[in-house]
């Protein structure tokens, strides 16, 4: 059994940034995926980015160009790095860590998760 647990949330201004972090209690072994998913209020869980144990990196199209996820094999730790932050960004943040090799894993509701973060972004 992994844990996961999220720390860096927070009240933000839009148009400021935030940095999230991830620690993982252990690890998977084999090809997997550490990554960020979201939930806004009366809205589906959506994926925000992840990055495989390969090193590909998949963002969702909301936040293309804006954030940065990276990822520390040796800490198991990932780190969300959010800049030009928007209202629309508001949500819980959950980390999760997964088997996967292909952005086709990234699709369900599979693997450990952290218990989320809230990050608020006023206007």
């Known amino acids: 059994q992994v844990q996961l647990v999220e720390s860096g949330g927070g009240l933000v201004q839009a148009g400021g940034s935030l940095r999230l972090s991830c620690a993982a209690s252990?690890?998977?072994?084999?090809?997997?995926?550490m990554g960020w998913y979201r939930q806004a209020p009366g809205q589906q869980r959506e994926l925000v980015a992840s990055?495989?144990?390969?090193?590909?990196?998949v963002y969702g199209d909301p936040v293309k160009g804006r954030f940065t996820i990276s990822r520390d094999n040796a800490r198991n730790m990932v780190y969300l790095q959010m800049n030009s932050l928007k209202p629309e960004d508001t949500a819980v943040y959950y980390c999760?860590?997964?088997?996967?090799?292909?952005?086709?894993?990234?699709?369900?509701?599979?693997?450990?998760w952290g218990q989320g973060t809230q990050v608020t972004v006023s206007s």
């Open positions: 990055v495989f144990s390969f090193g590909n990196t």
């Open positions: 999760n860590l997964r088997r996967a090799t292909g952005t086709a894993d990234l699709k369900s509701g599979d693997g450990y």
């Open positions: 252990g690890s998977i072994r084999g090809g997997n995926a």
